[in-house]
């Protein structure tokens, strides 16, 4: 079974027909010929899909099963990766993780959301919606990379905070403002990288960076298409239009100066080679790291302060 | 600024029963409007604390005509052309401010409590379901820079449905702008106290709302992060009555106290005078 979506099928269909005349004579010049017509039919189909996505089918993109997860960015991009555990009052969320790690000759302090690669990982790890413990446990993290003089790089990759019943009793929304309190003025650099979806408060909890970057088919929102459709389209399955009206894809959230760059991603998504994905990812987070290690504390929570007061867009 | 005159009552002809009713939402009874107001919109039968415009929240808290009013020329613009059934963002910001005559969903400025100067921002439920947008988050942003640079007490009265859906991304942002405005008053150790009132959701109790030096709420009010509906559907089993209440939040520790309406004004004059020595 494959993992394709109906807008991709086209594209399915022609390298299933690729794979069949391959393996029907390998050897027969004649076919190669016609092989090779479909080959160049197939990447010209390919890049006119991927040119012209709808923000529905970058969330579908966003959201692909084997698109490439922390665990792998951590096994790719980094090295001497040690996770530390706990929030130090409840418990050890793993929707949520995080740990000492070297990007390349850089010690950092790695947190992210924690999705699965199979069914099994995402219930143990409540398929990345943190509980209030995740965001304290982060925040744990963040403070200690403040005390170690280590800059920050996190991962977002979640659909939101989890909204259980426990969560509300912990305090969900007491954990997130707090987080979103002290990032703003923690004294290290920190840098964001949305790599699935960046799930509204749930991401932004640990996402107040001195840089925020996003791969190309990530999408980051205030509430899920789905939530807002079944509010303002008082339907669920209107959800494609919500995701249109509400400009949640990379290219409409850097103009409106959400982020600040641009992560290049394979044609149709980092699943479809996630070696290509990591290298560019590792450069982008190597190339911010090195320009904002050398601020000042001043500078750089001066600045982080300037960047959050210019968000948003109003008349005066 | 009387609500209801005496006079007034006795030059009309005899008035239809609305005219001298309120009924409380809550419990449904009715209770005279002199008194109805006189209580400061609180139900005398079951203490159901009603919501207040931002302007009768000005009148119950503050020292009368202390309050002067500061950026209210910040209202929204229409930054993703948000267009959906009901209509256009343009559209319902347009009725919001013709209905309230607002220009956002929070009222800002400086007033004094019991002659302590103080800065307030104040959100008004009826524009817009007091949702954080970019102007609300400029206005409580700009309010929180004030108190810093005057070194005054920052006082935010809450009452939101959480982030402006219609502002996209730009809206879950002013949950961090806000928070880096509070995060300043910290470090240079100014008071900011947090008032919840009905309701407090979503993305305001996720930012400033619940991150006061003290943080106050009125009783019976609805504070939480995510709806009701969509923790039953997840978990697949109904909430206590008393979910997401004020008097839940006090058990479980995250608020400083409950505080009745007619006692507010007291209870803030108590607590700044141990903020401002």
Not at chain 1, 257 to 276: F, K, S, V, W, Y
């Amino acid at each position: 079974m494959d993992d394709y979506f109906d807008f991709e099928k086209p594209v399915y269909e022609i390298e299933k027909t690729i794979e069949k005349l391959k393996g029907l004579s390998p050897e027969k010049g004649g076919l190669s010929d016609e092989i090779h017509d479909l080959e160049k039919k197939c990447q010209t189909m390919r890049e006119e899909i991927y040119s012209r996505l709808t923000p529905w089918q970058m969330v579908q993109i966003a959201r692909h099963p084997k698109r490439p997860v922390l665990q792998d960015y951590i096994s790719t991009i980094f090295t001497q990766f040690i996770e530390l555990h706990g929030d130090r009052r409840f418990s050890d969320d793993q929707a949520l993780i995080g740990g000492f790690a070297m990007l390349g000759k850089n010690p950092v302090m790695l947190i992210g959301h924690n999705k699965g690669k199979n069914l099994e990982q995402n219930i143990q790890r409540n398929f990345a919606q943190p509980n209030p413990e995740g965001y304290r446990k982060a925040l744990r993290l963040m403070k200690l990379a403040e005390k170690y003089n280590l800059p920050i790089i996190s991962f977002v990759d979640t659909q939101g905070a989890y909204p259980g019943a426990g969560a509300e009793e912990r305090g969900q929304a007491e954990a997130i403002a707090v987080n979103l309190t002290e990032m703003a003025t923690l004294e290290v650099p920190i840098i964001t990288v949305i790599t699935g979806e960046g799930g509204s408060g749930g991401a932004l909890a640990i996402a107040v960076g001195d840089v925020v970057l996003m791969q190309s088919y990530s999408v980051y929102s205030v509430i899920t298409a789905e939530g807002c459709a079944s509010i303002l389209w008082r339907d669920a399955s209107f959800a494609p239009q919500a995701a249109e009206a509400m400009k949640i894809t990379a290219p409409s959230l850097l103009e409106l100066g959400i982020i600040d760059e641009i992560i290049p991603e394979p044609l149709g998504g980092a699943h479809n080679d996630p070696e290509a994905a990591a290298s560019e990812l590792k450069r982008s987070l190597l190339k911010h790291l090195k320009r904002i290690t050398g601020y000042s504390v001043s500078r750089l929570t001066h600045k982080r302060f300037e960047k959050y007061s210019a968000m948003g867009k109003f008349s005066k | 600024m009387p609500w209801f005159t005496k006079s007034k009552k006795e030059t009309e002809p005899k008035p239809a029963k609305e005219d001298i009713w309120i009924l409380c939402e809550s419990c449904k009874a009715h209770v005279f409007k002199e008194d109805w107001f006189s209580n400061l919109k609180v139900c005398p039968k079951c203490n159901y604390h009603a919501k207040l415009t931002a302007y009768e929240r000005v009148e119950y808290t503050l020292d009368a005509g202390s309050f002067k009013e500061m950026f209210d020329t910040i209202t929204p613009s229409d930054p993703l052309e948000f267009v959906y059934p009901k209509g256009s963002y343009a559209d319902r910001v347009n009725e919001a401010m013709l209905n309230t005559g607002l220009n956002e969903s929070v009222v800002t400025g400086t007033g004094k409590i019991a002659d302590t100067t103080v800065a307030v921002a104040i959100m008004d439920f009826r524009f817009l379901g007091g949702s954080l947008g970019s102007g609300t988050g400029e206005k409580i942003l700009l309010m929180a820079n004030y108190a810093y640079h005057h070194r005054i007490p920052y006082l935010i009265f809450s009452a939101s449905g959480g982030a402006r859906m219609h502002e996209g991304a730009l809206s879950l942002m002013q949950m961090a702008k806000t928070c880096a405005g509070i995060a300043r008053l910290n470090k240079k150790k100014v008071p900011y106290i947090s008032i919840l009132t009905d309701p407090t959701t979503g993305g305001t109790s996720a930012s400033f709302a619940m991150v006061g030096d003290i943080n106050i709420a009125e009783p019976g009010a609805l504070i939480g992060f995510a709806g009701r509906r969509v923790i039953e559907q997840t978990i697949k089993q109904k909430l206590p009555e008393n979910f997401q209440t004020s008097e839940f939040l006090l058990e479980h520790g995250f608020l400083d106290m409950i505080v009745q309406r007619n006692e507010m004004k007291k209870v803030l004059k108590q607590v700044l005078s141990f903020c401002t020595r």
